[in-house]
């Protein structure tokens, strides 16, 4: 990508795009920092409970987020579709959580905010242009 590219590029990544890539980041180190400096001893009960698997996966969500913040910033079409699939996730489970009266409010507020932004017209936009032009180097 020559340098002309990457500035257009970076004009034509929508707020949107920043604010998810940014939360995400956010999300990855806070996963990691839950993992890393949260309570050691892990019983059966907490593996059922729904707020295991930051225990049992917090380095590998880290990653993960990490990775999709910055496909979402270079405005790769599979990141788009990998964070709209986390956010989905994330719903899923905060509803359940809600079910069985745990509820995750934060969790659910933060999967619809995510789902609105990817779902505006220039974010969407941004990530099709973006495919267009791979296509058309490739």
Not at 21 to 34: K, L, Q, S, Y
Not at 47 to 69: H, K, R
């Amino acid at each position: 990508m020559s340098e002309q590219d990457r500035i257009a590029t970076e004009q034509d990544r929508p707020f949107g795009v920043t604010v998810i890539a940014t939360a995400m980041v956010a999300n990855a180190i806070i996963a990691a920092a839950r993992f890393y400096f949260g309570d050691a001893t892990l019983t059966w009960g907490d593996v059922l409970q729904t707020g295991f698997y930051f225990e049992l996966a917090g380095p590998f969500l880290g990653a993960v987020g990490l990775i999709m913040s910055v496909g979402l910033w270079h405005l790769q079409r599979w990141a788009w579709v990998a964070t709209m699939s986390w956010a989905g996730i994330n719903m899923g489970q905060a509803l359940w959580a809600y079910w069985i009266g745990e509820p995750q409010y934060s969790a659910m507020a933060l999967s619809v905010v995510i789902v609105l932004y990817l779902n505006q017209r220039d974010v969407q936009l941004a990530f099709i242009e973006s495919t267009r032009g791979i296509m058309r180097d490739g």
